[in-house]
């Protein structure tokens, strides 16, 4: 420690707040002088006034800061010329940084910083300069201990907290939870600002945890195996905090994965995992990751928000400057085997999934859609129609945490069907379901339009992206209403699974035991219905079974 009791902070020690831990741990001597020079508070204002949340901290941390002077465990002192609003604004960070110096070198002060730059740039000035570290270490398994998470239960997918509202929080699984006010207590602005400053402490001490993008009234945030994003006008109405955990991590062998699927994983290199939000697309995406790495392949991940839940020999890259193009570039110098692509959503990112999977690299996109067939449209329009093969080459629709069908996409030459004059051949893109190898779609070129061709579509309520197994005559005759059937149960980690023999699928079916209606629901198109174990449903299914009575099926 140095002999002089005199210390100037600059913004580094007071946005990540080490000014206090060094006070509290005794590093800077009895009653040490503190001077705040004014172009900090300026910064520190201006922060705030734009809704940063590191604003926000570094305005705690110096209300802490008079707190210990008002209890004498410190001198507090202002000092120097405040600075403009527009010199703030505008100032190149460097210029700002030299009026810290000039106000540590007037008085003869002793420069705190944890800017690395700062403090050379100080020592060669001729400053005497006390260098903190920006991270304090955590170890990775050190529980949490946060206002936030006594909002979470081992059954909550995410917690939705909002001024002046209830806390409301989604419990479940993927694709079977359901919204639920956690309590009748409204969150007051004080709790609000309390827990988000918290996460903003925790999140810059820990080196396991990471601000990833912070504009004005916006902030989102990995704290361990957390996403948090908080918001504030005027970017939303008012102040709220989403937070958002994996309730489960999966390996591929958890999913409904027969022999010959996981050989179709093992050579296919253009793969689209698609599904509604919630449906655990980014789940199956990090445990189909972890599966290419045991298989000596090198992956790694391209992601807005670093948030998939794979194994720490996968590096995550994140936007370089802004931009996923820049990312890109690095990436492709990097050599992976297999890129996992969290989330493809704009034309920019249909742009560089197709330039890594044309440049020999195996590609998982992960892609929000409410069908398979609707993920492969999302890029008809972006790319050539007769490249889409060449981009990809299988389909994952995941619903309700498992795998509900797999499409796989090849080019061939014939006449579309439909069609009769054999001089309308063309090339046609087959879309077939990997399962029945059935033909499901036909994409193709007509004039000027692609045309997107359904073979037998069934008409549902979530559009005609399912197609038909059997024949249409046989689907009208295989079956009566008020047939009974038997049906397997088999338990997974937290997850029931249900199937019923194949000329079931895709119908509503009850489930009884001992002609009491213990369950209704609609099966899949591979014949099967997947349920929580925390859900109503399957606790009930789930005492049944541990009563050793007869369950059984029957067409609703």
Sequence with gaps: ??????????????????????????ELGDTPEIYVPNVVIAEVEYRSNIQKEIGFFGINVMKTLRELDSDGEIHL?????????????????????????????????????????????????????????????????????????????????????????PPYAKKGGPGSWRLEKISNDIISNKLIEQIALEIVEYVREDEHSFIEIEKTGALVAQMREFRIVITRPP??????????????????????????????????????????????????????????????????????????????????????????????????????????????????????????????????????????IDAVQRFIGRVELGMLPSIIDTIIFIKGGDIENVLVVRMTVKVPSGFKDKD??????????????????????????????????????????????????????????????????????????ITAPDRYSSQNIQILSEHKLIFTGALSRSGDITLSLSQREGKKILREMEKHKRIYGKVK
């Design 1 to 26: 420690m140095s002999v002089n009791d005199k210390f100037v902070c600059d913004t580094s020690v007071i946005f990540n707040g080490q000014i206090l831990t060094l006070i509290e741990d005794g």
């Design 77 to 165: 002192k202002i000092t120097g010329k405040r600075p403009s609003k527009d010199e703030i604004k505008l100032a190149p960070g460097g210029e700002l940084d030299a009026k810290i110096r000039e106000e540590a070198k007037n008085i003869n002060a002793v420069l705190i910083t944890a800017d690395r730059i700062q403090g050379d740039i100080g020592i060669f000035e001729g400053l005497e300069v006390f260098y903190v570290k920006d991270k304090v270490t955590k170890k990775p398994t050190e529980p949490l201990t946060l206002r936030l998470l006594d909002f979470f239960d081992p059954d909550t997918m995410s917690v939705h907290l909002k001024r002046n509202i």
């Design 235 to 372: 970017f939303s109405n008012d102040v709220e905090i989403t937070a958002v955990r994996p309730l489960v991590n999966l390996e591929l062998n958890d999913y409904s994965i027969n022999n010959r699927l996981q050989r179709r994983l093992d050579k296919a290199e253009g793969i689209l995992v698609c599904g509604a939000p919630g449906a655990g697309k980014s789940t199956f995406s990090a445990a189909l990751a972890n599966y290419y790495l045991e298989n000596e392949k090198v992956v790694k991940t391209l992601e807005s928000v670093r948030d998939l839940q794979v194994k720490p020999e996968i590096t995550q890259y994140t936007k370089l400057d802004g931009s996923l193009e820049n990312s890109a570039d690095i990436l492709l110098l990097v050599r992976p085997d297999f890129t996992i692509f969290d989330e493809v959503r704009t034309t920019a990112d249909f742009k560089i999934y197709t330039d890594f999977r044309l440049s020999g690299v195996g590609m998982i996109g992960v892609v929000h859609s409410s069908s398979a």
């Design 424 to 497: 309308l051949a063309r090339p046609v893109i087959e879309v077939r379901d990997y399962e029945t190898r059935r033909l499901a779609f036909e994409i193709y070129s007509f004039g000027q339009d692609i045309v997107l061709n359904p073979i037998n579509p069934i008409r549902r309520k979530d559009g005609f992206d399912d197609f038909e197994k059997y024949s249409p005559f046989e689907s009208h005759n295989r079956r009566s209403s008020g047939d009974e059937f038997h049906i397997d149960i088999n338990i997974k980690g937290d997850r029931m699974i």
